[in-house]
C-alpha cells in the first residue's frame, strides 16, 4: 500500500530555488560589488546538501516499509486536466528512484564543492553555480516523476542546462557549436520519446498515466502497439544517454569546465536513458524483439567507443569515450532483462567516473588547461593523491577485482551468458580487455615515465584540499560500491525488486566463467598496456587503421555531409527561392498596391481650398444622382 509523503517535492525544489537565488545575485551584483567566490560556492553546496539528507530520509522510510508496498508519493498540484485526463506535478519515491537519488545528491554535491577550487578566478562563478544547480533541480525532477509526464519536464530540464554548461565559455565558437551539438541531436532523439508517450497514451492513457497506473494496466497494450512504444522510447534513450547512431554529442561534451563533464558523465543526464528503460521494465520485459535490439546496440556502441578511446589524446575525451563504452554495458544489462545489473552498472560508474573525471580535472588545473597526454608524464611524483586516486578510479573502470566496476560490468556479462545472449558476451568480454588497455595506456602517459613537457612539469603541484578531498571521498566509493551487491549484504537486487520485472538466474558453474573471463580480459589488456607504454612512450604517427580510428571513423563527417549539408542547402534554397518568391510575394504585392494607390491619390492633394470644395460639391452630386436612381 503506497503512503504519501509531502517532502518529496523539496528533494529537487532546493537545487532549483539555488539555481534562482544565485543566478539573481550574479545578474545584480556581476558589474556592481562582486560576491566572494566563497560565499557563491557555499550557497551553490547548499541545495544538493539539504537533497542529500532528504534522500536519505526517504530512504530509510522505504525500508520500514514492507518490500511490496515501498512507495511513496506526493501530488504537489494538478498540473492540467483536459476532459478525463488529469496530469499532477506528482513525485514517487520507490527502491529504484532512491537509489538514483541517494548517489545523484551524494556525487551532485561532492562535485559542487570540488567546484569551488577548479573554478577559481572564474569572472562568471555565480552564473555557473547557478547552471549547476539547475542542473542538479532538473536530473531530481526526472528521477522523482511519478509518470512520463512529469519526467520529460526534467529530461527537457537536463538538456537545456546541458547547452548551458557545454558552452560556457562562449568566447570561443568551438565551445558554441559543441553546446549546439549536443542540443539538436538530445531533440532528435526527445522526438521518439514524446511519439513513444503518444502511443502509450493512446493505448492505455486513459486508466491513468502514472508509472503505477500504467503498470497496473499494460497487459491491455497490443503486442504491436507494445512493441512501437519500446523502441520508440529507446530512440530517446540513444539520444539522451548517447548510443548509435546518436552518440557523437558527447565527446564533445568536453568542451565545458571538468566538473560539468563529471556532473554528465557521472549522476546525471547520460544516465537518464537507461534509467529510463529500467522505470519502464514492467513494459519491456513483456517486449522480447524491442530487448534484444537494446542489448546489440548497447554492446556494439561499447565497442565502438573503446575502439575510439584505444587512440585519442586528449585526456577528458578518452574518458569521454569510456562513458559511451560504459553506457553500452549498461543498455547491454536492461537488454538482456537484466534490469538490477545494468542500474547497478549506472550505481559503481558514477563513483569511478566522476572520480576519473575530477582527476583529470586535478591534472589539468596543475598544468595550467593541457589536456594531451602526450605533453604529459611523470606526474606520480608531484600529484601523489591525484595518483593514487586516479590508479582506484581506473582499476574499477577496467574491471579489476575486487573494486566496484568488476562487480557490476561482471553481473551484466553473466547475465548476457546465462540467458543465451553469447555473441553479446563475447563481445562484452572483448571490450572489457580493451577497456583496461586504454584506461591504463593513459595512466601510463600521464603519471609515469619522464616527463614531456619540462615547463608545464616544473610548475606543476598537487591540487588544493578542497578538489583532492572529493576525490578520496569518490575513491572510497569507486573501491566500496560493488560490495553492496555482494551476497550475505543488503544486496542491490533485492532492494530494486519491487521496482523491476525481471527473472534471475542462477548458475555458479556460469558465474565462474563469466568471472574468469572478465578476469582474464582485465589482465590481457593491462599487460599490453604496461609492454607499450609502462615505461613512457613517445607520440606516435597514427596510420591504417589507427589513423582512421583516431578521426572516429570520420562519422561526424559523415553525419555533416549526409545530413548537415543537405539540411542547409535546403533551407538555403527557401531562403532564396521560395520564401522571396511565394511566401514574401502576397506581402511584398499588397505593400506595392498601396504605394501605387498612394501616389494616385497623392495628384488630388493640391492644397486649395477651393479645389476641395469643388470635390465635395462633385461629391455630394454623385451621391445624390445614386440615391435618385435607387429610389426610382
Known sequence: MEQSATYLGLIPLFPLLGAVVIGLLHVFTCNRCKLSEKFYGLLACVGPVLSFVLALKVFFALKALPPE??????????????????????????????????????????IHIYSIGYMGGDGNYGKFFAYMNLFLGSMLVLVLGDGPVV????????????????????????????????????????????????????????????????????????????????????????????????????????????????LIHAATMVTAGVYMVARFSFLYAHVELAGTVIA???????????????????????LAYSTVSQLGYMFAGVGVAAYSAGIFHVFTHAFFKALLFLGAGSVIYALHHEQNIWKMGGLKAKMPKTYITMVIGALALAGCPPFSGFFSKDEILYSALATGHYGIWLIGVFVAGMTAY???????????????????????QESPAVMTVPLIILAVGAVFAGFLNFPGVLTISHWLEPSLTEHHHSSAFLQIIAILASIAAFAVGLKIAYGKFGQGAQEPEFKGFANFAYHKFYVDELYNAVIVQPYKAIGTAIWKTIEPNVTDSPVKGAARLYVVLGSAFKVLQVGYVRVYAIYMVVGLSLMSLFLSQSLN
Not at 558552452?167 to 570561443?172: A, G, N, Q, V
Not at 565497442?303 to 575510439?308: P, V
Open 69 to 110: 508496498s515501498r512507495y511513496l508519493t506526493q501530488n504537489a498540484f494538478t498540473w492540467f486536466s483536459v476532459g478525463d485526463l488529469h496530469i499532477n506535478m506528482g513525485f514517487l519515491a520507490d527502491p529504484l528512484s532512491c537509489l538514483m537519488l541517494l548517489f545523484v545528491t551524494l556525487i551532485g554535491t561532492l
Open 438 to 460: 586504454y584506461t591504463f595506456r593513459m595512466i601510463f602517459l600521464v603519471f609515469h615515465g619522464e616527463p614531456r613537457d619540462h615547463h608545464a612539469y616544473e610548475h606543476a
Open 296 to 318: 546489440w546496440v548497447g554492446i556494439l556502441t561499447a565497442l565502438l567507443a573503446a575502439i575510439f578511446g584505444m587512440f585519442q589524446d586528449d585526456i577528458k575525451k578518452i
Open 151 to 262: 519526467m520529460f519536464v526534467g529530461w527537457e530540464g537536463v538538456g537545456l542546462c546541458s547547452y548551458l554548461l557545454i558552452s560556457y565559455y562562449s568566447e570561443d565558437r568551438g565551445n558554441v557549436l559543441a553546446g549546439n551539438k549536443a542540443f539538436i541531436v538530445n531533440r532528435i532523439g526527445d522526438l521518439g520519446f514524446v511519439l513513444g508517450m503518444a502511443f502509450l497514451f493512446w493505448a492505455v492513457g486513459a486508466q491513468g498515466f502514472d508509472y503505477l497506473s500504467l503498470k497496473a494496466n499494460v497487459h491491455m497494450l497490443e503486442p504491436a502497439i507494445a512493441l512501437t512504444v519500446c523502441l520508440l522510447l529507446f530512440v530517446g534513450a540513444t539520444g539522451k544517454s548517447a548510443q548509435i547512431p546518436l552518440y557523437v554529442w558527447l565527446p564533445d561534451a568536453m568542451a565545458g569546465p571538468t566538473p560539468v563533464s563529471a
